[in-house]
């Protein structure tokens, strides 16, 4: 007798999916992501102290769009703890994109002021692994932009495999949103940000990025992860 069973790797042998505590920490999980998102936002900013120089613009703009609007645009999706779980897939690809919207927006008025700040100081440009790395993340960040666009008017622009384009828009996004992580954590080593934070303050800095990252690493890999029939 023949029966096709979906299987993915994740929990395999344990029945982890079913297991309540695995579920509620996978709920406290995204919860926590969302806190830290929000929080280390807003303490970067406090940092950044906006308006007292041209360069002070750019943390703020640059840790609302990846640390806040990238993360959320993604978490909206898990259905462990996202605010928008009552909607519909629809609607949550409409806050998708205009969270991404946002985020290019921000990125790029935080790269303007950074630009600017650069050329009154007379400093040189790409100097640091910190601004290299920026460099590559709004790079794959406007890559991935397109590829959602394909994803929004896949008819108008003659797409036809919407599910293989998904699967890379997935996969893509996850290493844009990995190379914005360790943007974020190569700021911390630049002159600005160790002269704000010291200490073992500086370690709890630190770490606050790395775990909204993985849960969005874990989020991608499981919604994505290859799965395949098993015959018995």
């Known amino acids: 007798m023949r029966s096709d069973v979906e ?12 297991y309540w505590l695995y579920a509620c920490l996978r709920k406290v999980a995204v919860v926590g992501a969302h806190a830290v998102a929000l929080g280390f936002t807003v303490l970067v900013s406090a940092l950044a102290r906006p308006g007292t120089s041209l360069f002070s613009w750019h943390p703020l703009c640059m840790s609302l769009a990846f640390c806040l609007c990238m993360t959320e645009g993604i978490l909206l999706f898990s259905a462990d703890g996202s605010p928008f779980c ?14 991404q919207a946002l985020m290019l927006l921000a990125a790029a008025i935080g790269l303007g002021f950074m630009v600017a700040s650069k050329n009154v100081s007379a400093h040189p440009h790409l100097a640091s692994w910190h601004s290299i790395l920026g460099v590559a993340t709004l790079v794959a960040t406007a890559l991935q932009a397109a590829c959602g666009v394909c994803l929004l008017f896949p008819k108008l622009l003659g797409i036809s495999s919407l599910p293989r384009l998904r699967l890379y828009h997935a996969t ?5 949103y990995l190379l914005a992580t360790i943007t974020v954590v190569a700021a911390m080593f630049t002159d600005w940000f160790q002269a704000a934070v010291k200490g073992a303050t500086w370690y709890g800095f630190l770490l606050l990025p790395l775990f909204p990252a993985l849960v969005v690493m874990n989020q991608i890999t499981n919604s994505f992860l290859p799965k395949k029939k098993l015959t018995t």
């Open 7 to 18: 299987y993915s790797p994740v929990g395999e042998g344990l029945g982890m999916r079913e």
């Open 86 to 99: 009552f909607k519909s897939r629809k609607g949550k690809i409409r806050v998708h994109w205009i969270l």
């Open 172 to 176: 893509c996004g996850l290493v844009a």
